[in-house]
């Protein structure tokens, strides 16, 4: 069997960078943002990445999200490859990112890494865990745990622009059962909350 791969590059240097632009480009979607990032970075130490390379893919995946105004056609295209102009390794990194839009760039950008697999999976887990810690009366993380993700998952109404089969690739994609790898997703949350203000 092949060596499977980790990640394509390593860019963990422009994390600075990256925190700068997430400042700059994202006011809507920065608890997203911040929470895929603390996610990328727990599963990078699972799977031996580069924790920061990780956590840099996690935080820009949507940058572009609310300047597009939610124009799903246009995501990952021109306006991103704008807002990520001037920095280095740009287009490792926007093949990282283009690769979670497997259904636009699968063909280009496969989900041939760890680190693509695992960005496409917990891009939608972390939107739902936010939801999940939304409905809690403390609006708190702290309060959130994995049954009641799981009872949440299960009701198709609840954050119904959720893919579940997205979520549940984990299983398939990097051999982790779906308790275990909301389990390590919120557990990464959780190290952020105050960040997030949740």
Known sequence: MPTLLIQHAEYGHLLPAAHSLLAQHADKTREHLIATGAAMEAFAKKFGGDGE???????????DWDKLEKD???HCGKTLDELLSGIEKKEELLADIRSHYAE???AAHPLDSMLRKC????????GLVIAVAL???????ADVEVKSIKKKFKEKSFAAQVNREQIMKCEE???IPLDEFIGITLDAMKEVANTIGL
């Open 53 to 63: 390379t990780w956590k840099i893919a996690g935080m820009l995946h949507d940058l």
């Open 72 to 74: 799903a056609e246009e």
């Open 104 to 106: 636009k760039y699968g």
């Open 119 to 126: 960005l496409y999976c917990v891009d939608e887990l972390t």
């Open 135 to 141: 409905v809690r009366p403390s609006r708190k993380l």
């Open 173 to 175: 994609l990097l051999g």
